[in-house]
């Protein structure tokens, strides 16, 4: 069995959001779609781990599953790394649709800047896991 750990949460239905992030051509993974147009479409079974150190509540799972999609476009290459920063700012945006207060906006960006780099790099994609 072939596996990868660090998930916490798996889409069971499509979700779709426009992101006005627009490739120079469409991006099409197993589970990931990003249009020309801007349109982000994450397939049903997706699976994400939420807010990486941080408050994972029900404010910040829409937020935290387009964010993590776009950061694994980067990590794949199929995005350029320099749409790190757009990635960011909607999921900021997203938080405050949501609700979520501008000191723990603030908190997130910081956090975002901070240590967000290292997780659209290639060589940080999840290990596979062989099992017995």
């Known amino acids: 069995m ?5 998930y916490k949460y798996q889409l069971a239905a499509d979700e779709k959001i426009q992101t006005g992030i627009k490739p120079s051509q469409p991006i099409d993974t197993h589970f990931i779609h990003l249009g020309m147009d801007g349109n982000l479409h994450i397939r049903s079974g997706y699976a994400w781990d939420g807010v990486s150190g ?3 509540t029900l404010a910040t799972r829409s937020p935290s599953l387009v964010h993590d999609a776009l950061y694994q476009l980067m990590r794949m290459s199929w995005l350029p790394r ?6 960011d700012a909607i999921y900021i945006f997203m938080l405050k649709e949501r609700g ?7 908190l997130h960006k910081r956090a975002l800047q901070a240590f967000g780099g290292s997780n659209t790099d ?7 896991i062989e099992a017995p």
């Open 2 to 6: 072939r596996h990868r750990e660090g």
């Open 82 to 87: 320099h749409y790190k920063n757009q990635a």
């Open 122 to 128: 290639p060589k940080n994609m999840k290990k596979i």
């Open 54 to 56: 941080g408050w994972d």
């Open 100 to 106: 979520v207060g501008w000191f723990r906006r603030k």
